[in-house]
């Protein structure tokens, strides 16, 4: 975990936040809002310009921002799958994160700043669907101009007590930098040890895209469930041979003894898992998560068919993309 120190927000200003916020728009582990607090604490002393360490801030997170969505544009779900797997949470943040813009369309802009796991991601997963440029940049603004505001006004009208925490953590011979250290390692800690857990809990229970073939040529198949999302499907509008779409709100997995799998198209396979997990926590104890999903099947060279099909007949997997 890199910081900023303090004293180095008072001496260069806009210059040390839009250093800062750039670096953390753009994925670097640096902590942007305690350093807006403690430059909202310096504006309130004087000492800065609230005008000129906001543009900065906006200026820095729209240009990280941008990076992020042109990456997305041009290099697509490949890019969202690879962050995953350096992130302790941007697999479940993408099923989020698809989740809200399907519901509520590009205004989860304005707020993905203040969701933990949202900001680094969603400006990738919005180059990844077809929204105009304008839009995304209008509504990320909007965002960063409400995110920034909000941290610099909190560290002004709490600077009082933000002075006084500093003195009293200096007085024990420590620093707000080896707190905020501290924290953030804990944190991260607690995050890495309660994913791996899960991860290693339902890794047990996924079944391969062989395994998932030969049980649906037994005597009693499984019943096959896709939880991708509508936006997912319209990009690919193929799916397992007689699987059915998951509804969250009206699961229909059949009587408790079926076997059941779950398969989706996101990073880790985290749509699937948690459908898994929850069917787990319904009774459903024959639920299994299909390793890999919809790609790793069609890589596979086993057949897919339409979602909308009327005849049932199966698609090939080279013409499934198309």
Same mark, same amino acid.
């Given at each position: =975990?890199?910081?900023?120190?303090?004293?180095?927000?008072?001496?260069?200003?806009?210059?040390?936040?839009?250093?800062?916020?750039?670096?953390?728009?753009?994925?670097?582990?640096?902590?942007?809002?305690?350093?807006?607090?403690?430059?909202?604490?310096?504006?309130?002393?004087?000492?800065?310009?609230?005008?000129?360490?906001?543009?900065?801030?906006?200026?820095?997170?729209?240009?990280?921002?941008?990076?992020?969505?042109?990456?997305?544009?041009?290099?697509?779900?490949?890019?969202?799958?690879?962050?995953? #797997?350096?992130?302790?949470?941007?697999?479940?943040?993408?099923?989020?994160?698809?989740?809200?813009?399907?519901?509520?369309?590009?205004?989860?802009?304005?707020?993905?700043?203040?969701?933990?796991?949202?900001?680094?991601?969603?400006?990738?997963?919005?180059?990844?669907?077809?929204?105009?440029?304008?839009?995304?940049?209008?509504?990320?603004?909007?965002?960063?101009?409400?995110?920034?505001?909000?941290?610099?006004?909190?560290?002004?009208?709490?600077?009082?007590?933000?002075?006084?925490?500093?003195?009293?953590?200096?007085?024990?011979?420590?620093?707000?930098?080896?707190?905020?250290?501290?924290?953030?390692?804990?944190?991260?800690?607690?995050?890495?040890?309660?994913?791996?857990?899960?991860?290693?809990?339902?890794?047990?229970?996924?079944?391969?895209?062989?395994?998932?073939?030969? =049980?649906?040529?037994?005597?009693?198949?499984?019943?096959?469930?896709?939880?991708?999302?509508?936006?997912?499907?319209?990009?690919?509008?193929? #799916?397992?041979?007689?699987?059915?779409?998951?509804?969250?709100?009206?699961?229909?997995?059949?009587?408790?003894?079926?076997?059941?799998?779950?398969?989706?198209?996101?990073?880790?396979?985290?749509?699937?898992?948690?459908?898994?997990?929850?069917?787990? #926590?319904?009774?459903?104890?024959?639920?299994?998560?299909?390793?890999?999903?919809?790609?790793?099947?069609?890589?596979?060279?086993?057949?897919?068919?339409?979602?909308?099909?009327?005849?049932?007949?199966?698609?090939?997997?080279?013409?499934?993309?198309?």
């Amino acid at each position: =975990m890199i910081h900023v120190s303090p004293a180095a927000i008072t001496a260069w200003g806009g210059e040390a936040v839009f250093a800062n916020v750039l670096l953390t728009r753009l994925g670097v582990p640096v902590p942007a809002v305690p350093v807006l607090v403690l430059a909202g604490s310096a504006i309130a002393h004087g000492t800065l310009s609230f005008t000129h360490v906001l543009v900065a801030a906006v200026l820095a997170a729209m240009i990280g921002d941008g990076v992020w969505f042109t990456a997305g544009r041009v290099y697509g779900r490949p890019l969202i799958n690879r962050l995953a #797997r350096f992130s302790l949470s941007i697999d479940t943040s993408v099923q989020t994160t698809r989740a809200l813009f399907e519901r509520f369309g590009a205004p989860i802009m304005a707020i993905c700043k203040f969701v933990p796991g949202l900001a680094l991601i969603t400006p990738p997963l919005m180059g990844t669907t077809h929204i105009p440029t304008k839009i995304f940049a209008t509504w990320d603004s909007i965002g960063v101009v409400a995110w920034a505001s909000f941290w610099l006004l909190g560290g002004a009208l709490f600077s009082r007590q933000l002075a006084q925490l500093v003195q009293t953590v200096e007085a024990h011979g420590a620093t707000v930098v080896d707190v905020l250290a501290a924290l953030a390692l804990l944190y991260l800690a607690y995050r890495y040890v309660r994913r791996w857990r899960l991860r290693k809990w339902l890794d047990d229970r996924c079944v391969s895209v062989d395994q998932l073939d030969r =049980m649906m040529h037994a005597k009693s198949p499984p019943v096959v469930l896709d939880a991708r999302l509508a936006t997912e499907v319209g990009q690919e509008p193929y #799916r397992i041979p007689g699987a059915s779409m998951f509804d969250p709100h009206a699961p229909d997995v059949g009587t408790i003894e079926r076997v059941v799998v779950v398969y989706c198209a996101c990073p880790n396979d985290a749509a699937a898992k948690m459908v898994c997990a929850r069917l787990h #926590r319904e009774g459903f104890l024959h639920s299994h998560a299909l390793r890999g999903g919809l790609d790793a099947w069609v890589a596979r060279g086993y057949p897919v068919e339409p979602v909308l099909a009327h005849g049932g007949g199966a698609l090939e997997p080279s013409l499934a993309r198309q």
